[in-house]
């Protein structure tokens, strides 16, 4: 796997997705829920799927996230084919290039933020005080260095959305995938958390990619992808949609 993953050519795009459809079996029928969508994310983009419930954008961020295989077309990681890759190769692929995000935080709940930001980097075998070291780092970037002792049970819904954050790019990934990363915070606390994701965009040029309802949200990145019923109706920046 080693030579699999080795540096992409800096020409290619993040993401290439051509003709994807993802289709799953209800009793005798075939349920389409991704319809031959085709779109590139270039690198250091900060982007928005929106669409209403069941359009399929969930589905969508699966696969961009390596955790699902296209049924037709492809998808295309720094130039890696998802569908062509084992179960082994596309956990590798995870880790080398994705941080995830998700509405639940999903914290160890006795654990201190250090360690909890710390835990990627256990599992990828590195030690104890360098693991820690880069962990603070994350929590730094995140503005949450004055918590970094404190566990779950200690902190506010947005401090535990920022320790998540933390723990995403503690690997030093190039893309970022949100899912409804504000939908467990009042408002106020959600737009302090997209402040932090527009800061992360704009000064470590991590790629960012949010699944949102929020279009108020939305309309701060500087693309929008819309989905209905599992198709592309809208792929362009926000000023122009109407």
Do not use: W
């Amino acid at each position: 796997m080693s030579t699999a993953l080795a540096q992409p050519a800096a020409h290619q795009a993040l993401i290439d997705v051509d003709r994807l459809e993802r289709s799953f079996q209800v009793g005798d029928d075939e349920l389409r829920v991704l319809k031959g969508l085709s779109f590139r994310i270039e690198r250091g983009e900060y982007l928005a799927i929106i669409g209403p419930s069941g359009s399929g954008k969930s589905t969508v961020m699966y696969q961009l996230g390596c955790l699902d295989t296209p049924t037709r077309g492809t998808v295309r990681l720094s130039g890696y084919d998802v569908s062509t890759l084992n179960d082994s190769e596309l956990a590798a692929l995870r880790n080398r290039f994705i941080g995830f995000v998700f509405q639940a935080f999903n914290l160890l709940p006795r654990t201190t933020a250090v360690d909890n930001v710390a835990l990627p980097l256990r599992y990828a075998g590195i030690g104890l005080r360098e693991r820690r070291r880069r962990a603070r780092v994350a929590l730094a970037r995140v503005g949450l260095s004055h918590r970094e002792d404190h566990s779950p049970e200690r902190l506010s819904g947005g401090e535990k959305q920022r320790v998540a954050i933390a723990r995403a790019i503690v690997t030093g990934p190039e893309l970022l995938l949100c899912d409804e990363p504000t939908g467990n915070l009042d408002q106020k606390v959600g737009k302090e958390i997209i402040e932090v994701f527009e800061r992360l965009n704009r000064e470590l040029g991590v790629t960012v990619i949010m699944v949102t309802h929020d279009m108020e949200l939305a309309r701060r990145t500087r693309r929008i992808i819309r989905l209905v019923d599992g198709e592309i109706v809208y792929d362009g920046p926000p000023s122009e949609m109407g």
